[in-house]
């Protein structure tokens, strides 16, 4: 299985980062280089996706798929959904740089997906509504989640498993895709065609500039 984090030939648990870049948050706490973790920020309760560069207690280093939104409150949100609040320190380009609230415990950060259940895509949660067309009938429904593989949408309708749908909402592309899962009224969809993570996250950034403001939550901190 290919690591998600560099090891030394003396297999230490991970390496420094080396040529941290101007404007980077320096203050004492050693940095680890990982190799590609993706991760959400959560924006005043609005997700969206990015790669985790480099790591500290302190702090982290992330790369950008878009210009980041105005936001009051943010956090990093790993794959087990633990939360870590932060600011933003510096953005530069497509990386940004930002400091944690409280330090954190960095091999629990780094290792988090390595528990009891397979490591699965990111999901980034969203309530929006959307239309379905099957059987030449539009159906009105909500998207709550979605991934580069699939999404799970409320249906009003009971729909039939393997059945084919096209999912619209504004922001959006139209995705075509099967049903593969259902839990009325939720059903599991997997798409036709995945997403490439760059093109997810940038439709996802449209998606949210086409709902308008989001009722965000209080982030708190992992424990």
Known sequence: MAQDFIRTETQAPLVPAL????????????????MVR????????REYLCVLRDVSATGCKVRLFHPLPAHGA???????GERYPMEMKWCRDDHAGFH??????????VEDNRGQFPKRQIRLRID???TIHANGRAIAVQLRDISQQGACI???????????????????????????WRQ???????????FLLEELAQNMMKLHEAGGNAVGGRLRAAT
Not at 21 to 34: E, I, M, T, Y
Not at 74 to 80: C, D, I, K
Not at 184 to 194: E, Y
Request: with cysteine; hydrophobic share 40%.
């Open 100 to 109: 944690f609230y409280e330090d954190v415990d960095i091999q629990r950060l």
């Open 128 to 130: 929006r509504d959307a």
């Open 74 to 80: 943010m956090a990093l949100e790993t794959g087990s």
């Open 19 to 34: 040529g941290q870049p101007a404007g980077a948050d320096l203050r004492g706490a050693p940095r680890f280089a990982l």
């Open 184 to 194: 009325v009224p939720r059903h599991g969809l997997v798409f036709d065609k995945g």
């Open 38 to 45: 993706t991760a959400k920020l959560v924006a005043d309760g």
């Open 154 to 180: 409320e249906c009003p309708e009971r729909l039939m498993l393997r059945q084919t749908v096209r999912v619209e909402t504004p922001g959006f592309p139209p995705i075509y895709a099967k049903v593969c």
